[in-house]
C-alpha cells in the first residue's frame, strides 16, 4: 500500500530504463512540498559547486589538477570511505580517537553533510534497504535515490522520525560540534581555497572535486541498486556494477 502525504507522493508502475527495478512510487521534489532553510542551502550548494564545474576546461592547471585529486584521497577516500562509512557507520575498523577524528573532519571537507547526520542516513538504509523507509530507494525513481532526497530533508522526518541510531556519535562532544557548526567549516574552506589559490583552485579544489566525490558516491546509492549483478540472496536490489567501484 502506498501512502500519499498532503500530495506529495503518488502511486506508480513504471519500471527504470534497462533495469528490473520497478518504480512503484513518485515524489514530487521541487512542486506540492514545503521547502525549509536546510532544502534550500542544500540546493544552493550543490548548484553551485556544479556551476563552478562548468569553468574546468577554462582554468585547467595542473597544480590546480594535482592539488584536488589530492584533496579528493583525503576528502572523499579517508573522509567518506574510510572514516565516515567503514569506520563510523560500520566499525570494521578502530582507529585511535586523534586519528578517527582526523579523518572525520577530512569527511567534513566532502560536504556530505556532518558525521552524524551522514551516520544516521547509512544505517537507516542498512536498516530499511529498498524498502518504503529506506532514505534513497530506487522505487522512487533513479534521480531520486542519486541526489533528488538530499533536497526534501522533510522526507527523511516522515519515514523515519526518531532517528536514534547514532547514539554513540552524539555522545562525544567533537561530533556534537561539527554537527553545530558544519555550514562554517565548509565556508571556512571555500573562502581559504580562493584566498590563497584564486578562481582556479576555486573551481578545481571547491567545484570539479567536490562535484566529482558526490556522483561517485551517490551513483552506490543508485546505480549499484538498479543496474548490475545480483549474485545473492538478500531480498533487496543491491547489485555489482562494473563501472561503480
Not at 500500500?1 to 518504480?23: A, L, N, R
Not at 512542486?31 to 540546493?43: A, C, F, G, S
Not at 565548509?186 to 581559504?192: D, E, G, S
Not at 584564486?198 to 570539479?208: M, R, S
Request: proline share 3%; aromatic share 20%.
Amino acid at each position: 500500500m502506498t501512502i500519499i502525504i498532503e500530495g506529495e507522493e503518488e502511486p506508480v508502475h513504471k519500471t527504470i530504463f534497462m533495469s528490473d527495478v520497478v518504480v512503484t512510487r513518485k515524489r514530487n521534489l521541487f512542486r506540492n512540498r514545503k521547502w525549509n532553510i536546510v532544502d534550500v542551502i542544500t540546493l544552493s550548494w550543490v548548484l553551485f559547486v556544479h556551476f563552478l564545474t562548468l569553468f574546468a576546461p577554462f582554468t585547467f592547471t595542473w597544480g590546480a589538477f594535482w592539488a584536488a585529486f589530492l584533496f579528493h584521497v583525503l576528502c572523499g577516500m579517508l573522509g567518506i570511505t574510510l572514516s565516515y562509512h567503514r569506520n563510523l557507520a560500520h566499525h570494521s575498523l578502530k582507529l585511535p580517537k586523534w586519528l578517527e577524528y582526523t579523518f572525520a573532519y577530512f569527511g567534513v571537507q566532502a560536504a556530505q553533510r556532518d558525521p552524524i547526520f551522514w551516520v544516521s542516513i547509512h544505517r537507516t538504509h542498512h536498516q530499511y534497504v529498498d524498502s518504503d523507509k529506506d532514505p534513497h530507494s530506487p522505487t522512487y525513481g533513479f534521480w531520486f535515490s542519486h541526489i533528488g532526497w538530499l533536497f526534501d530533508s522533510g522526507y527523511i522526518v516522515e519515514k523515519y522520525k526518531e532517528r536514534k541510531n547514532v547514539e554513540d556519535l552524539k555522545s562525544q562532544p567533537f561530533y556534537r560540534f561539527i554537527r553545530r557548526t558544519y555550514l562554517y567549516h565548509i565556508f571556512a574552506f571555500t573562502v581559504a581555497v580562493y584566498a590563497f589559490g584564486g578562481f582556479t583552485y576555486l573551481v578545481w579544489l571547491v567545484g570539479v572535486r567536490i562535484t566529482f566525490t558526490y556522483h561517485v558516491t551517490f551513483l552506490v546509492n543508485s546505480a549499484c541498486h538498479i543496474w548490475g549483478n545480483q549474485v545473492w540472496n538478500t531480498g533487496d536490489l543491491s547489485k555489482n556494477n562494473l563501472y561503480v567501484f
